[in-house]
């Protein structure tokens, strides 16, 4: 009996120490040896090179923008569809995922052995201190996080005080995709456009993102619209666009940066600044 207890123990320490070597390292700081580190999201990468560590990255998904930064790096894919051998290849100390709950991609790469950390997919800027956080202590760059953390929440205190100026919320129509896809409530786009004095035309819809129709874009009358799809000229040629308010008082924006808007990181904090002060221009302008 005591040799049958005995060979039970020892399977479940055996149990016990495979899982433990799968986990992602989300408490742990990675060893600033030879680090090489791939991370498969725009957002993440660029806080990484925010936070000094770019230099140890050794692949970037392919909608990492920033070409300057990226010269050098090995592109691996986006994150739902990555070229997992080419990763194995790159012999990653770390590997920095996003969560997506309809990706195999994780799973996959733990499978392989390697240490992943996988960060939420923020919904609001709280949650985005939360992924900067993380991010800063898997890399050993605690200290310079918590700085950017305090200059994200410096300006947005800026940002705040100058929606004072604005006597009434105008309501903002943001088309990210054809055709006339949107944003809805679950999103820090919705948040920033709030902070900056706006309000998101669909931030009463409980979803991240939503195809509206036409009539009810109409019918909803935003103040403002932004584009990020086509040109100014090509939506007020839409039938019966010229009954919205936005196009009627050429308050369209179709040349902002959705890069700003778009990544869950400390860039959306140059977005709102830099979308506040188109949207004050636009409701001063008679």
């Known amino acids: 009996m005591k040799k049958f207890v005995g060979a039970v123990l020892l399977i479940l320490l055996i149990i016990f120490a495979v899982q ?35 230099e140890q990255v050794v692949g970037v998904t392919k909608y990492f923008t ?120 679950r999103s820090f786009i919705t948040e920033a456009f709030h902070l900056c004095g706006a309000r998101n035309l669909f931030d009463d819809v409980e979803k991240r993102a939503l195809q509206a129709s036409k009539e009810t874009i109409i019918a909803r009358n935003p103040d403002i619209i932004l584009t990020y799809t086509v040109s100014a000229s090509l939506i007020s040629q839409r039938p019966g666009w010229d009954q919205i308010k936005a196009v009627q008082n050429g308050r369209i924006l179709d040349d902002f940066d959705r890069d700003l808007l778009s990544h869950g990181n400390h860039r959306l904090i140059e977005g709102m600044e830099k979308l506040q002060a188109r949207i004050l221009t636009m409701m001063s302008e008679p």
């Open 20 to 54: 433990a070597s799968r986990r992602a390292p989300s408490s742990q700081k990675a060893s600033q040896g030879d680090v090489r580190i791939v991370s498969l999201a725009p957002n993440l990468t660029e806080i990484l090179f925010e936070l000094g560590v770019g």
């Open 66 to 185: 920033d070409s300057s930064q990226g010269q050098g790096k090995e592109v691996i894919g986006d994150f739902l569809n990555p070229n997992l051998e080419k990763i194995v290849s790159l012999k990653p100390s770390l590997v920095i995922a996003e969560h997506w709950p309809s990706s195999r991609t994780v799973p996959r790469l733990r499978e392989y052995g390697l240490p992943v950390l996988e960060t939420l997919s923020p919904t609001s800027l709280e949650e985005i201190y939360q992924v900067i956080r993380e991010v800063g202590k898997v890399v050993d760059r605690s200290q310079p996080a918590e700085a950017l953390i305090k200059n994200m929440k410096e300006r947005l205190r800026v940002v705040k005080e100058r929606a004072a100026q604005l006597s009434e919320r105008p309501s903002v129509y943001i088309e990210v995709d054809l055709p006339t896809w949107t944003i809805g409530k």
